[in-house]
């Protein structure tokens, strides 16, 4: 069978509330097209297992449902959501964010136009505003990062190469609760010359529902991993 161009990757631990809401507009994007959809459980205790298996079954063609026996935490769900794919791109997706009507078109679109970029980057509502009025192709890292603003925090606006995650050996960030992150500031350091593109439009909506993560004052900790990411970025070659 032909594989797919691009895997939907939903990461998920207790998801319950919105895994629904985010399946149903996967299904609704991926219609007609060469895509598919994995879900990477991080062994949840509610009912998102439930929900997932219940979609996998109406939709075998299309859903893949992925269970982890212990929660390996989030770095290591997000290697696994990528490991488990067979899609060439893999959209990284949070289990409460949801595409736009047109959003896998988008990004089908820039596949077929440069089939070898290292990142795709999607753009989202919040305070960072980007001065864009049209979509940016990247020969590099510099320029990536000087347009999108280092947006790509979000993990669903990250869309990554499969097989360049891959030989990247991502497991070596596990731990930093930034892996997408880290993937973006690797995979478009100037000195190898990695291309990636910015889709200007806004094709994900961002649940607006209280963070279930940092809320014990972690978040503070989880800043400042990502402050020793940026601290590598001048010995990859970025300016």
Known sequence: MELPELTIGIVTYNGQSSLSSVLDSAIRETA???VEVVISDNSSTDGTGDIAKDYQSHYPKVIRYVYNEENVGFDANVDNVVRQAK???VWLMADDDYLLPGAVDRVMDAIHSHPDLALIFINFANPIHLELTCDEYCEEGNQFFSMNRFKNGLVSSNIVNRQLWMKMDMSRFDGC???????SIQALAPKDGKTGYIISDELIKKSCGRARWGNDGTFIYTGLRLVRLFSNMENLGYE
């Open 32 to 34: 007609g097209k060469n």
């Open 87 to 89: 899609g060439r791109f």
């Open 177 to 183: 609760s930034w892996i997408h992150f880290a993937y």
